[in-house]
């Protein structure tokens, strides 16, 4: 992997995480403080720059504006970002706004209209957690896959973690990706996504294929994102894999 910066990533976040995040190499979590070395945690770290955008304007001028014919949700926060975001290298400004963004896509009101009464508030939670991590990783305009760390690929991260089975590692990651994000929810989330610069996309159709999702910039080349992600994605799957406590989960 190629390393640009291995100064220690430390934040505080609102919620404590699990502990057993620290599972994964280069990740130490004690309760709500988070500190993450990048020289071990990523599998390639190549940029240590982000797009945010203050939350809390997202909050106020962007969630509750619906879109028209003449403009699409897309289009309303492609502009958002392209007025109110900025580059930044405080990598614990990223995460302190993942935070914030799946606190509020994740959230319980949902869980009634999901139609998945095995996912609980608990599983809300470890999404948080994951999403919150994943927001470091990072895709450029050309498409090329600069920052992968664990929690790219989130049914392998998320069952070391949480000493998830396969069904139910499964069953998270459709929450995340698939039926989660109804219509309602996928405008919530394009829209929630402009506070870390562009639009969540997916590698994969389906659990089984397990490519992982990432936040990134519009007009990325999405075919570049696929044929990169393609030639790395099985052995740090596997790498990922290892550090289960409970192999037989």
């Known amino acids: 992997m190629t390393t640009i910066d291995t100064t220690a990533i430390t934040v505080e976040l609102p919620e404590a995480f699990d502990q057993r995040w620290s599972r994964l190499p280069g990740l130490q979590v004690d309760g709500w403080r988070i500190t993450i070395d990048p020289a071990e ?27 028209t014919t003449e403009s699409a949700v897309e289009q309303l926060a492609l502009d958002f970002i ?9 990598a614990a400004r990223v995460l302190a706004t993942a935070y ?15 139609g998945l009464p095995q996912i609980t508030a608990d599983h809300l939670r470890m999404l948080r957690e994951a999403a919150t991590l994943m927001a470091l990783n990072k895709v450029e305009l050309d498409g090329h896959i600069s920052n992968v760390g664990p929690c790219w690929f989130f049914p392998a991260a998320t069952s070391v973690v949480f000493d998830l089975d396969d069904e139910m590692g499964g069953m998270l990651d459709e929450v995340y990706h698939g039926g989660w994000f109804n219509e309602h929810r996928r405008i919530e989330s394009i829209k929630a996504h402009a506070a870390l610069g562009g639009r969540l996309v997916h590698g994969c159709q389906s659990v089984p294929d397990q490519s992982g999702g990432v936040v990134a910039p519009y007009g990325a080349s999405m075919a570049n994102f696929r044929d990169d992600l393609a030639a790395f994605k099985a052995g740090w799957i596997a790498q990922v894999y290892v550090h289960r406590v409970n192999p037989a989960a």
């Open 41 to 67: 945690y990523f599998f390639r770290f190549e940029s240590n720059t982000w797009l945010v955008a203050d939350w809390e304007l997202v909050k106020s001028q962007l969630l509750d504006v619906d879109e």
């Open 82 to 90: 392209k007025q109110h975001s900025e580059s930044t290298s405080d």
């Open 100 to 114: 914030e963004v799946y606190a509020y896509l994740f959230r319980e009101e949902h869980l009634a209209g999901l």
